[in-house]
DNA sequence: CACCGTTGTGCAAACGTGTACACAGACGCG
DNA sequence: CGCGTCTGTGTACACGTTTGCACAACGGTG
């Protein structure tokens, strides 16, 4: 069992050639004999030499490692993207480090230390992270690639979405089933995302004359979204529930269900968003505004790719939501 | 906007002293100057400078990079643990670097790329990797966490798990209620902790005088589980479905309420296992054999808190579940 | 004053690569 | 043969830190 791990310089010596020989064997397109080559990865095999990445991220100035900030790890909402993102990255063989910026923590630090590790590129899922900080932290050439929406910034990528169009034709559909007492209930009161998608909704329901009747406060979480529904609905007599999220979603109509009594889709409308594979399950069957998880990590793809090809341009990137009808509104 | 970071050297001929100093700045314990020191802070806030990892990895031969082997991100099953245990790494300035080897790929290939990044700790979630592969892949004086069952092995540290009291548990009172014909349903014949926890419901079953009357094997998917549910119970006419993870007894037990239209306690009895947020959702309240989540990552950062100190002696920690009853046994 | 311990700083050598440059030999061509 | 081109290899430096060693300045003690 070697304890330690073989340099490139003690290969050599053992090999009989420079360490600069050696180096060059792992190039595939350095100029060296093919018998020299193959006599040198033999020993690498024998003597399990690998080269050094750190070396040679000191040396390249390019680390082959990726900030990825989430919120959280376990949240299903992101975690069909993360678990895409993650694939693509290491096809590419680019190394992901994952940052959880969710809880109070703080985050700022934690990104400051991915910034020590000179990173070749940071997506940010997180929207609790401002892209002022972002663009301060990680100011070296690569620049940022940002999903959701903040105000617009020269200086970083970013993908957006819009689920407008989704949104009014769900309003649509919900009016023309009866539907009058709207209500909203969110996943925090803080972040662009959910401003965002409350607009959606708010704006369609606008253009019809109408507005929302209450609105809610929760967490994201299914707990919240158990909570919250029963008051909102007690004190506005919603027949319809707007959720942020699949998850609260989920919580809320089991709250409708076993608390208030009431049925899914006919006493109380509820609609979930970010089409998480769950919503498809049988149990829950949930009608939401879909993201095309594939769609929106291909477009996170594409971003890197250019960066890594040296185009520094920063772009945007607009994807639209689909609409999965289930069997709750 | 410096598109450039800045280095030790050109911040020490900002401040007039040498780079030397400037390191000893960072480093709490180090002869210098009080005085000097915050001179020295303070340009280095104001020309954002901070001292580069990759460099100080070189130097140090720490890396203060962790590689988390998993599955795949977006299981609910292991996601807990993962959330947990970046949160721990993280809190001690140390940064996760996520392999997901659930799929088909080379997965020895992506632990190979890993191990050049000299990490200096490797937790490995995912049973689909062999202890020997990753022995001969992470040589290096840092040991292996690994979690789950192989066989011994004396240069690792594990942690097991013990769920043999619980299903004997379990088993008890299923049969007190009635039920005699007991299936398995399992998520992949190949991994060890499946064989495990198969073997703690079939001893359980073997001290009473009973088998297990069918079986199937599934993904560990909800698909998966809703698929195979029908076909077990109908050739084998089973009163009870023990299955390999949570997210398949869901499934299942989708499938026998609305495809078999038979009642989930009464009828047909489904045990889980992992204890997933998810199975105390109202809408599944499922029976399952649950393990400590916090615990288990408790064993892990313990583990890894040895090693940071120097020790490195391989360890084994035993957890054993506990049981969630819910409605659905 | 001579001596010594303490404190703060600089010098230089690692850490393990990649690569520009130099150079030796082989080869082809006039 | 003389010359230019191409191939394969070695030498040496750079990448940005950390740290052992040396040393100067200083203050206290006999």
């Excluded at 992101?78 to 693509?88: G, K, M, Y």
């Excluded at 185009?311 to 999965?324: F, G, M, V």
Aim: glycine fraction near 6%; aromatic fraction near 6%.
């Amino acid at each position: 069992m070697s304890r330690k791990r073989i340099t490139s310089k003690e290969l050599a010596e053992l090999v009989g050639v420079s360490s600069a020989t050696i180096s060059r064997a792992f190039s595939p397109d350095a100029r060296i004999g093919e018998e020299t080559r193959s006599r040198i990865l033999a020993a690498a095999r024998k003597y399990g030499y690998q080269p050094n990445a750190i070396a040679r991220s000191l040396n390249n100035q390019r680390s082959r490692l990726v900030a990825v900030v989430v919120n959280a790890i376990g949240n299903p909402c992101e975690a069909e993207e993360q678990q895409l993102l993650v694939h693509a990255l290491q096809a590419r063989q680019l190394l992901p480090i994952i940052l959880c910026c969710g809880d109070h923590s703080d985050r700022l630090q934690l990104m400051r230390l991915a910034a020590t590790y000179q990173v070749d590129h940071v997506v940010i899922f997180s929207d609790m992270v401002s892209l002022r900080d972002a663009v301060d932290i990680f100011p070296t050439t690569k620049p940022i690639i940002v999903s959701f929406e903040p105000l617009d910034n020269e200086e970083v990528s970013a993908i957006r979405i819009d689920g407008s169009a989704a949104a009014d034709e769900v309003v649509d559909r919900l009016v023309a089933n009866g539907k009058s007492r709207f209500t909203y209930l969110s996943g925090t009161s803080s972040s662009w995302i959910d401003k965002l998608r409350r607009k959606w909704f708010a704006d369609a329901l606008a253009r019809r004359g109408l507005a929302f009747v209450a609105e809610a406060t929760g967490t994201y979480s299914y707990d919240s979204g158990f909570k919250e529904a029963v008051p909102l609905v007690h004190r506005s007599k919603a027949d319809a529930i707007i959720c942020g999220n699949d998850v609260m979603a989920i919580g809320a109509r089991d709250a409708v269900k076993r608390v208030l009594g009431k049925s899914a889709p006919d006493d109380v409308a509820i609609v979930g968003q970010d089409g998480i594979a769950m919503a498809a399950w049988d149990c829950h069957d949930l009608t939401t505004l879909s993201l095309d998880h594939v769609a929106f990590i291909n477009a996170v793809v594409e971003l890197i790719e250019r960066h890594e090809a040296g185009d520094d341009k920063p772009d945007t990137i607009t994807l639209t939501c689909s609409i999965r009808w289930g069997a709750t509104a």
